[in-house]
T-cell receptor, first 116, second 110 residues
Framework: DTGVSQDPRHKITKRGQNVTFRCDPI?????LYWYRQTLGQGPEFLTY????????KSRLLSDRFSAERPKGSFSTLEIQRTEQGDSAMYLC??????????????FGQGTRLTVV | AQRVTQPEKLLSVFKGAPVELKCNYS??????LFWYVQYSRQRLQLLLR??SRESIKGFTADLNKGETSFHLKKPFAQEEDSAMYYC????????????FGTGTRLTIIP
C-alpha cells in the first residue's frame, strides 16, 4: 500500500500515560496534516507541516500535545498525561503543494485512541 | 470563522431514486468546497472538489455562492453509494486545512 500509513491502528492507554503516534505520508508529499475525529463529528484540524516546518496549530492542540516532522518525511504526534477526553480517532493526511496549486489530501486509516 | 453544516445525520434512499445530500457553509472569503466519502472499513477519500467541476461516480455538486451551499446530487442511487459523506471547506490561499461538517450517513435501500 503506497498511501498514507499510520501506526498503531489502535491504542488503549491508562489515563495519565503518554502516547505517541506515527504517520508516514505519501513519499513525495511536502504537506502533512493531523486531524482528530470524535464520535458523531467530522474530522477537526489539529496542525500541519510544510516539509519539516510546523506552520499552524489549532486551539484544540493543548500544551499536552506536540507534533514533529523532523526530516520532512514521517511525523509523530505525542500526547502527554492523557485524559479520557483525548479518546478519539487521530487522522493523518498528506498532499503535495506545487507552484501552481496542490493535490487533494490523502488520508491514512487513522489511529484509534482509547483512554481508560 | 469558517463553518460547514450538514443538516442530515442520516439519509435513506431507495435504489434508483435521486439523492441529495445538503451542505451549507459560512466563510468570509472565497472558499474551496469538497465532498469526502468514507465507505465501510475504508479510509476517508476525496469524492469531488468544486473547482474540478467533474462528475465522479455519477455524483455532482454545484457551488451556489448566493445560498452558500454545495449540495451533492446523484440522479439514480446505487447500493454501493451507501457510505458516510462529509462536506469540507478550505480557504483558496493554498492552505489546504479542511473544515469538515459532521457528516451524513447515506443508506441505499435495495
Amino acid at each position: 500500500d503506497t498511501g498514507v500509513s499510520q501506526d498503531p491502528r489502535h491504542k488503549i492507554t491508562k489515563r495519565g500515560q503518554n502516547v505517541t503516534f506515527r504517520c508516514d505520508p505519501i513519499s513525495e508529499h511536502n504537506r502533512l496534516y493531523w486531524y482528530r475525529q470524535t464520535l458523531g463529528q467530522g474530522p477537526e484540524f489539529l496542525t500541519y507541516f510544510q516539509n519539516e516546518a510546523q506552520l499552524e496549530k489549532s486551539r484544540l492542540l493543548s500544551d499536552r500535545f506536540s507534533a514533529e516532522r523532523p526530516k520532512g518525511s514521517f511525523s509523530t504526534l505525542e500526547i502527554q498525561r492523557t485524559e479520557q477526553g483525548d479518546s478519539a480517532m487521530y487522522l493523518c493526511a498528506s498532499s503535495l503543494l506545487t507552484g501552481v496549486g496542490y493535490t487533494e489530501a490523502f488520508f491514512g486509516q487513522g489511529t484509534r485512541l482509547t483512554v481508560v | 470563522a469558517q463553518r460547514v453544516t450538514q443538516p442530515e445525520k442520516l439519509l435513506s434512499v431507495f435504489k434508483g431514486a435521486p439523492v441529495e445530500l445538503k451542505c451549507n457553509y459560512s466563510y468570509s472569503g472565497s472558499p474551496e468546497l469538497f465532498w469526502y466519502v468514507q465507505y465501510s472499513r475504508q479510509r476517508l477519500q476525496l469524492l469531488l472538489r468544486h473547482i474540478s467541476r467533474e462528475s465522479i461516480k455519477g455524483f455532482t455538486a454545484d457551488l451556489n455562492k448566493g445560498e452558500t451551499s454545495f449540495h451533492l446530487k446523484k440522479p439514480f442511487a446505487q447500493e454501493e453509494d451507501s457510505a458516510m459523506y462529509y462536506c469540507a471547506l478550505s480557504s483558496n490561499f493554498g492552505n489546504e486545512k479542511l473544515t469538515f461538517g459532521t457528516g451524513t450517513r447515506l443508506t441505499i435501500i435495495p
